[in-house]
């Protein structure tokens, strides 16, 4: 299953919810913007009609005088898109000098002062906003017409100059939101975060539990992984237990046996003495397994190979002592075996052990880390080795290709038993030369 971020989740969720946000707030800030240039052109349009209106009356006969009261000069440009036009019942009494030989249609009647507003083609073709409205000039009883007129891409253009900078502005406002919402989100997770290097920590060894979380959103989570790391621990200790209840429960009658066995002359008692100590070397080996196979995977767990090996040295030094041999260790940078360090030593005596009961004159013992976090440790030794054919059966229980080198031919066997349980391999071959080369490749312990 393809892992998801959960960030970019809730990333992507916010800015999808914002953008949509800004964009309704921009429609809307839009609408009330064109909704304010309308009406400011309105008032422009009202006023050229009051002017109109006020320059219109009726003289003493009865005809209507209208005096050219604006004043606005782009009321004198032909089709300039700004006009203004009197009518009667008979026709256009009036007009301004922008309307040239033209006329505005007019629309049905409305009640005396309501203002009709309308947008539609002018004279030449262009989009004009116009209004008009009936009324009755002073010192008559005719209702007259008055009509005004607009370009409409006047308001178009006042809105757009208006709206360009309102979106730039919610634009900006967009990629500081994003940017704050990253910035929250990654800040709001660095609990997650510190809880994985913690539950990171613990799998090293540099902690034995989840430290207290002060979020009451972590903390249940924290508390139920250091019941789970408790309950781990109780398992394994009760398995240690009942491992080393089992290996007294076998070993005391199997000791009385081999004892009482050992005043017996006849060939019976010679067949059941190594009857008996086979039966040892096996409940030995199996109960090894069941230690190992406890202890595998406990949290938590990790040994300096450099330290293990310091260890050992001086040990099999101590027992090949009369065979002066000379053994090395070559270590690149510090590996760190994530296991117990029983296993490691077993793995290592076991080894180092064979090593040197096969050496000639020395023994060398080389570690590095290598990628995918892993550890190779190598032993070699410079005696006679091993056939290609016997390197593959080396590992099997109870092998022994010298019946009078000391062992019970389970040291091998043991190794790779102990290295497979911790996803590791053993493997045997040709030294350079002369010789056999053992390579176990372990998990490593972060560091």
Known sequence: MARRSLKLRLVGLALVWTTVAILIAGLFISALLRQFVERNADAQLQATMIAVMSGTEFDEQGNVVIANSVVDPRFDRPLSGWYWQVNDENGVLSRSRSLWDVEL??????????????????????????????????????????VVAMPADLIED??????????????????????????????????????????????????????????????????????????????????????????????????????????????????????TEQMNRLIGHHLRRARSAASHGVLGARVSVSEAISDLFPVFRGIHADRHLTLQVDIDGQPTFAGERQDLDEMLGNLIDNACKWASKSVLVTARPIDGGRITISIRDDGPGLAEDALQAATSRGVRFDESKPGSGLGLSIVDDLARLYGGTLTLERAAGTGLLATLELPASEA
């Open 105 to 146: 249609g007019v629309a049905v009647a409305e009640p005396d002062g309501t203002i009709t507003t309308r947008t539609e083609p002018g004279p030449n073709g262009a989009i004009i906003r116009k209004q008009e409205r009936d009324f009755t000039a002073p010192g008559g009883t005719r209702r007259l017409r008055v």
């Open 158 to 275: 006042e809105v757009a100059t208006i709206v360009q900078p309102l979106v730039l502005s919610l634009a900006l406002l967009a990629a500081g939101i994003a940017i704050a919402i990253g910035l929250q989100v990654h800040f709001g997770l660095q609990p997650l975060a510190k809880l994985g290097r913690d539950l990171a920590a613990v799998r090293r060894g540099d902690k034995e539990r989840l430290p207290d979380q002060p979020y009451v959103e972590i903390a249940p989570v924290a508390s139920e992984i250091n019941a789970l790391l408790a309950h781990n621990k109780t398992v394994i200790d009760r398995a240690r237990t009942h491992v080393g209840n089992l290996a007294h429960g076998l070993k005391t009658p199997l000791s009385v046996l081999s004892n009482r066995l050992q005043t017996a002359s006849n060939a019976d008692g010679a067949l059941l003495r190594d009857a």
